[in-house]
T-cell receptor
Framework: NAGVTQTPKFQVLKTGQSMTLQCAQD?????MYWYRQDPGMGLRLIYY???????DKGEVPNGYNVSRLNKREFSLRLESAAPSQTSVYFC????????????FGSGTRLTVV | EDQVTQSPEALRLQEGESSSLNCSYT??????LFWYRQDPGKGPEFLFT???AGEEKEKERLKATLTKKESFLHITAPKPEDSATYLC???????????FGTGTLLAVQP
């Protein structure tokens, strides 16, 4: 009963390096989301995918790209990492694009030096 | 602008000392208000959804209530294992996405 699985759990990057954060869900959910969480800022939506084959920008999309590989998987890519992207990243999924209790992964703690 | 504000930022209670956390919101066309619990190093865990003013939900020592402008999470006789950050989020408004508050860090001392 895995729910939402994120990899890796921790990552340190140098400024300018690229990386992809992976997310997979096994609940047959249509919608998937990427959030970042920073102290004092709360959770902020980066990108979301309402259904397989679609992606849209959230509140803070600059510096990121996403791919909805299939219904299960939604990846987040940093093409050229910057220190401002140091954060904890959470992937979430929900049954539809409407409300109803998002299920979150355990997060990826990313540090850019 | 859609907004969610939680107070207090941090709360320290003695075991058994009941209290309430507040979540005030401004959003046009509220479609749901959510409470989540987040433990250190983990993702938020869903607790409750409230849909309309006057609605209440309960789970063990937690009770969530909703008015047209705010929600309260009442904690009755808390235990140390209730220590966590409690997040409030609203769904609706211009974006039709979850908008989160910054959370209340609750510490319950034995």
């Amino acid at each position: 009963n895995a729910g939402v699985t994120q990899t890796p759990k921790f990552q340190v990057l140098k400024t300018g390096q690229s990386m992809t954060l992976q997310c997979a869900q096994d609940m047959n959910h249509n919608s998937m989301y990427w959030y970042r969480q920073d102290p004092g800022m709360g959770l902020r939506l980066i990108y979301y995918s309402a259904s397989e084959g679609t992606t849209d920008k959230g509140e803070v999309p600059n510096g990121y790209n996403v791919s909805r590989l299939n219904k299960r998987e939604f990846s987040l890519r940093l093409e050229s990492a910057a220190p401002s992207q140091t954060s904890v990243y959470f992937c979430a999924s929900s049954a539809t694009d409407k409300n109803y209790g998002y299920t979150f992964g355990s997060g990826t703690r990313l540090t850019v030096v | 602008e859609d907004q969610v504000t939680q107070s207090p930022e941090a709360l320290r209670l003695q075991e058994g000392e009941s209290s309430s956390l507040n979540c005030s919101y401004t959003v046009s066309g509220l479609r749901g208000l959510f409470w989540y619990r987040q433990d250190p190093g983990k993702g938020p865990e869903f607790l409750f959804t409230l849909y309309s003013a006057g609605e209440e939900k309960e789970k063990e020592r937690l009770k969530a209530t909703l008015t047209k402008k705010e929600s309260f999470l009442h904690i009755t006789a808390p235990k140390p294992e209730d220590s966590a950050t409690y997040l409030c989020a609203v769904y609706g408004g211009a974006t039709n996405k979850l908008i989160f508050g910054t959370g209340t860090l609750l510490a319950v001392q034995p």
